[in-house]
Nanobody, 119 residues
Framework: QLVESGGGLVQAGGSLRLSCAAS????????VGWFRRAPGKDREFVAV???????TYADSVKGRVTISRDNAKNTVYLQMNSLSPEDTASYYC???????????????WGQGTQVTVSS
């Protein structure tokens, strides 16, 4: 089970840190990714971190977003800085057996957390 938290309303230029908490002892063996879906748009890849800590980011967030993981806490974080209204979306975390950027490669998904950035 994956549970996202940390979303909310923030002004443009602000920051948020999202968390993805997982249950299960095998969490550390999975790659964990973040996706987002804005109203009227398709689901979009944001970032992924592998079991070993390798990271990949979407071009749209590169330089503003950092993904990290704490396997002892079964938690993955998404630190988002310099937020803009274009970042407004529901954010979802998901796990995959290998590092991937395509939603179809992820096996389990959380329910999402809403991020709203006001101008």
């Amino acid at each position: 089970q994956l549970v996202e938290s940390g979303g909310g309303l923030v002004q443009a230029g602000g920051s948020l840190r999202l968390s993805c908490a997982a249950s299960g002892r095998t969490f550390s063996t999975y790659a964990v990714g973040w996706f987002r879906r804005a109203p009227g748009k398709d689901r979009e890849f944001v970032a992924v971190i592998s079991r070993s800590g390798a990271r990949t980011y979407a071009d749209s967030v590169k330089g503003r977003v950092t993904i990290s993981r704490d396997n002892a806490k079964n938690t993955v974080y998404l630190q988002m800085n310099s937020l803009s209204p274009e970042d407004t979306a529901s954010y979802y975390c998901a796990v995959a057996r290998y590092i991937a950027v395509t939603a179809a490669d992820f096996d389990y998904w959380g329910q999402g957390t809403q991020v709203t950035v006001s101008s």
